[in-house]
């Protein structure tokens, strides 16, 4: 690829002859590349951003091995507006999931712990009603096994379909997040793109280590409702998980072929510490 982008002509007459599905534009360097050069991670070759990926291409990525829980799990009953319903199949059908969040007790090499995994094609990981009343189950369950916790956060925020309901989720989750903490045990998060709205602002930003992965949008409100709100253009990495970073809210940014290794020895050294 790279041998190729030195001639422009080249390049030109092998980008021209490749359809479209073909080629992967990065959202933050705006290189192009050919999918095969993402590689089963999932990683911007050009700049090494982390590409939004399935839930459960995550599990296979991090884990050595995965049991789910609350599979079954969707949105109650009483949530009947047609519109709301026929987004909720797509997703599923998308996602293979029927929340926007997969948990289960997950193992890397000889060691336990459980896990949140919030999907971004599931209705932008956004936070529902079941999304809370799962990802509290799996806090309490971790409690009650006394386990550690990883969350990978990946939300537009509080599901505006489910009103007042999507944001008591952000008090449910975090008073089972409390309850684990009390309970002297570790939470890990790590920050995909894009972490925003009231997931950052609760259980996102709530751990007792922050990970991030490679150039991650974190934030709470949206860039033009801050530029619109003190009258400044913002800087192009505004809210990129290194500049929040800088700022002292994640304590690293990794690679995403480091997040399994990185979580072991984190978890190693919890163990050994209690």
Do not use: W
């Given at each position: ?61 991090t884990f050595d091995d995965f049991e789910e829980m ?14 709301y319903r026929e987004k909720i199949a797509k997703a ?6 029927k929340e926007s969040v997969l948990t289960g007790k ?169």
């Amino acid at each position: 690829m790279n041998q190729i982008k030195q001639d422009p002509d080249v390049f030109k007459k092998r980008m021209d002859n490749i359809p479209d599905h073909l080629l992967v534009k990065c959202p933050y360097c705006h290189e192009v590349s050919f999918r095969e050069d993402i590689g089963p991670e999932h990683v911007c070759p050009k700049c090494g951003f982390a590409f939004r990926i399935l839930a459960k291409r995550r599990v296979k990525l991090t884990f050595d091995d995965f049991e789910e829980m609350d599979a079954e799990l969707t949105i109650p009953d009483r949530y009947t507006n047609k519109k709301y319903r026929e987004k909720i199949a797509k997703a599923e059908k998308l996602t293979g999931l029927k929340e926007s969040v997969l948990t289960g007790k997950a193992k890397i090499k000889d060691l336990s712990f459980y896990t949140g995994i919030m999907d971004p094609y599931f209705i932008m990981g956004s936070l529902g009603s079941a999304t809370g009343e799962k990802i509290a189950r799996m806090f309490n369950k971790a409690t009650a096994d006394k386990l550690p916790v990883v969350m990978f956060t990946a939300s537009g925020g509080a599901r505006m379909q489910e009103g007042i309901d999507s944001l008591m989720q952000m008090a449910k989750i975090s008073s089972a997040v409390a309850k684990h903490d009390q309970a002297g045990l570790l939470y890990i998060v790590v920050l995909c793109d894009p972490t925003t709205g009231g997931v950052t602002a609760s259980f996102a930003m709530q751990g007792d280590i922050i990970l991030a992965e490679k150039h991650a949008l974190v934030g709470f409100a949206g860039r033009r409702v801050i530029e619109q709100t003190i009258h400044q253009k913002l800087p192009a990495n505004f809210q990129r998980a290194e500049t929040v970073e800088e700022h002292g809210f994640i304590d690293a940014v990794i690679a995403r072929k480091e997040v399994k290794p990185t979580l072991y020895k984190l978890i190693k050294l919890h163990q050994k510490e209690f």
